[in-house]
């Protein structure tokens, strides 16, 4: 693997969720490898490296498999070690269900009604950040890059760089950075400011996102000298390169899974049933969170049904619910309204064997969810706010067909790089319903050059790529550490 060779120093990677979470289970303790873009493109490179990972022990088990909050994986095969910080249930609340979940999330996508910032939380999500910092600042070799993650996250920046000022700090931020009159509404914005200037490199999505920090920092550090062109911050005597690198995905490992034997014979044995039935299949997939847009979503169906009634019966809509943050009720209430609209639009339009949507209320194995995606016709993908939304790319690049069409969100950064994608609004459920139908009269030709398009960009900016543009600045930074 090329990327090998541009980590020249120790790595340490840093996020809230582990790659390994063990869970008691009827027949002993299971380990069970967690999914997701970054969970899959670092676990590799640490079993090819060797490293270490930090992460909250959120299993039921984590404690059993490491009593002293250290234990190797993957477990069949060690490769490096992964250490857990362990978080007592109050901790739990304060830092991950509160401040982060209720406050920072819902505020950075812009449903300032939902978000809500509490006083008792805030310490307690001070303190969290500040026990990462300090297992960090133990587990790393002298020299170390460290890699951390998100929101959840904010504040160990800077205190890492208290402890080890020897460390080249990347911090990636996932979500969307959103404008200063909104980021304001948070109580705490000056610290959460401050404590992401503690690294040596941020990384945001969007030029956007980067040019709502850049101002953020501006109103809100007084001393510190920003550089908007060259995209550099300059405070305390060092320098804070932000940059606008976007996640993506292993195109070339999903183009291998959906044309194994197996998924590929699955994959077709879909198009032979809906070529049978003379119908068409869109899906959409996303946790049940309330910045996806589902409802809306629902609405547009409603609409196009409504508005189309010549697509009754040809058009089958799958959408994949997954159940998350269950501890909070916004999230519980969300999935119920889900089921209960669901139920609503099947029930006016269904006939028959034929009904319009079907709801698949848990994760679906990555295999067949890749399959799905390479027989699809369509995808929708209406996030309300998305700092990228990685759905959109794994559709695209399982599309090996060449043949389906994606309908995006507008407000998902995804949008910036699939221009080819039909761009729609998650909140005009009317003109989502005009663009679907667009979609499915479209010629084929027009379909087809368009998914080229898209799964050239694809090619040329997966994972791989964005890793090696955040190993590139921190090889730079450590260059500028060694000089000084």
């Given at each position: 693997?090329?990327?090998l060779?541009r980590v020249?120093?120790?790595?340490?990677v840093?996020?809230n969720?582990e790659?390994?979470i063990?869970e008691?289970?009827?027949?002993?303790?299971?380990?069970?490898?967690?999914?997701?873009?970054?969970?899959s493109?670092?676990d590799?490179?640490?079993?090819?490296l060797?490293?270490?990972w930090?992460?909250?022990g959120?299993?039921t088990a984590?404690r059993?498999?490491?009593?002293?909050?250290t234990?190797?994986v993957?477990?069949?095969?060690?490769?490096?070690?992964?250490h857990?910080?362990f978080?007592?249930p109050?901790?739990i609340?304060g830092?991950?269900?509160?401040?982060?979940n209720q406050?920072?999330?819902?505020?950075?996508?812009?449903?300032?009604?939902?978000?809500?910032?509490?006083?008792?939380a805030?310490?307690i999500?001070r303190?969290?950040?500040?026990?990462f910092?300090?297992r960090?600042?133990?587990?790393s070799?002298?020299?170390?890059?460290?890699?951390s993650h998100d929101?959840q996250?904010a504040?160990?920046p800077?205190?890492?760089k208290k402890?080890r000022?020897d460390?080249?700090?990347?911090?990636?931020?996932?979500?969307p950075w959103?404008?200063?009159?909104v980021?304001?509404?948070?109580p705490?914005y000056?610290e959460?400011v401050?404590?992401?200037l503690g690294a040596?490199?941020?990384?945001?999505q969007?030029?956007?996102?980067?040019?709502?920090f850049?101002t953020?920092?501006e109103?809100?550090?007084k001393?510190a000298l920003?550089?908007r062109?060259?995209?550099?911050?300059?405070?305390?005597?060092?320098?804070?390169?932000v940059?606008?690198i976007?996640?993506?995905?292993?195109?070339?490992?999903?183009?291998?899974?959906?044309?194994s034997p197996r998924?590929a014979?699955?994959?077709?044995?879909?198009?032979?049933r809906l070529?049978a039935?003379?119908r068409?299949?869109?899906?959409?997939?996303?946790?049940a969170?309330?910045?996806?847009g589902?409802?809306p979503r629902?609405?547009?169906?409603?609409?196009?049904?409504d508005r189309?009634?010549?697509?009754?019966?040809q058009?089958?809509?799958l959408?994949v619910?997954?159940?998350?943050?269950?501890?909070?009720?916004a999230y519980?209430?969300?999935?119920?309204?889900?089921?209960?609209e669901?139920?609503?639009?099947n029930?006016?339009?269904?006939?028959?064997?034929?009904?319009p949507?079907?709801t698949v209320?848990?994760?679906?194995?990555?295999?067949?969810?890749?399959?799905?995606?390479?027989a699809a016709d369509?995808?929708?993908v209406?996030s309300?706010?998305d700092?990228?939304?990685?759905v959109a790319?794994e559709?695209v690049?399982a599309?090996?067909d060449?043949?389906g069409?994606?309908l995006?969100?507008?407000?998902?950064?995804?949008?910036v790089?699939?221009q080819?994608?039909?761009?729609?609004s998650?909140?005009?459920?009317?003109?989502?319903?005009?663009?679907?139908?667009q979609?499915?009269t479209m010629?084929?030709s027009?379909?087809?050059?368009r998914?080229?398009?898209m799964?050239?960009?694809?090619?040329?900016?997966?994972?791989?790529?964005w890793?090696a543009q955040?190993f590139?600045?921190?090889q730079?930074v450590?260059?500028t550490?060694?000089r000084s």
């Amino acid at each position: 693997m090329e990327l090998l060779k541009r980590v020249t120093h120790p790595l340490v990677v840093v996020t809230n969720r582990e790659p390994y979470i063990d869970e008691r289970t009827r027949s002993g303790i299971r380990t069970i490898q967690k999914a997701g873009g970054v969970v899959s493109a670092l676990d590799p490179l640490l079993q090819s490296l060797g490293g270490d990972w930090v992460a909250w022990g959120s299993g039921t088990a984590d404690r059993d498999t490491a009593p002293k909050g250290t234990r190797l994986v993957p477990p069949k095969s060690p490769r490096y070690r992964l250490h857990r910080v362990f978080l007592s249930p109050e901790e739990i609340q304060g830092y991950y269900t509160h401040y982060a979940n209720q406050g920072l999330w819902p505020l950075s996508h812009l449903l300032i009604e939902r978000a809500q910032f509490s006083r008792d939380a805030w310490p307690i999500y001070r303190s969290v950040n500040q026990k990462f910092a300090r297992r960090v600042a133990q587990q790393s070799p002298p020299q170390a890059w460290v890699f951390s993650h998100d929101y959840q996250l904010a504040l160990l920046p800077q205190e890492l760089k208290k402890l080890r000022p020897d460390i080249a700090i990347a911090h990636f931020w996932h979500i969307p950075w959103p404008t200063f009159p909104v980021f304001r509404l948070c109580p705490q914005y000056q610290e959460i400011v401050r404590g992401l200037l503690g690294a040596d490199i941020l990384g945001f999505q969007t030029p956007d996102d980067v040019d709502n920090f850049l101002t953020a920092v501006e109103r809100t550090v007084k001393s510190a000298l920003v550089d908007r062109d060259g995209g550099d911050i300059f405070w305390q005597g060092r320098t804070v390169r932000v940059r606008a690198i976007p996640i993506s995905v292993d195109v070339e490992a999903i183009e291998a899974l959906v044309e194994s034997p197996r998924i590929a014979r699955w994959a077709r044995g879909i198009r032979r049933r809906l070529k049978a039935s003379h119908r068409y299949l869109g899906v959409s997939v996303d946790r049940a969170d309330y910045t996806k847009g589902i409802l809306p979503r629902l609405a547009a169906i409603d609409a196009f049904f409504d508005r189309y009634p010549e697509h009754r019966g040809q058009v089958v809509f799958l959408q994949v619910v997954v159940p998350t943050r269950s501890e909070v009720e916004a999230y519980r209430k969300l999935f119920r309204e889900v089921e209960q609209e669901t139920l609503r639009i099947n029930h006016r339009y269904a006939y028959g064997d034929w009904k319009p949507v079907i709801t698949v209320r848990r994760a679906v194995d990555r295999a067949r969810l890749m399959g799905i995606f390479r027989a699809a016709d369509f995808a929708l993908v209406s996030s309300l706010f998305d700092g990228m939304n990685l759905v959109a790319k794994e559709f695209v690049s399982a599309q090996v067909d060449g043949r389906g069409v994606l309908l995006l969100s507008e407000t998902a950064g995804a949008a910036v790089e699939l221009q080819e994608a039909l761009h729609v609004s998650p909140l005009d459920p009317e003109g989502l319903a005009a663009t679907l139908h667009q979609a499915l009269t479209m010629p084929v030709s027009d379909r087809e050059a368009r998914m080229r398009r898209m799964r050239q960009q694809v090619h040329e900016h997966t994972i791989y790529d964005w890793m090696a543009q955040i190993f590139e600045l921190l090889q730079e930074v450590s260059e500028t550490y060694a000089r000084s």
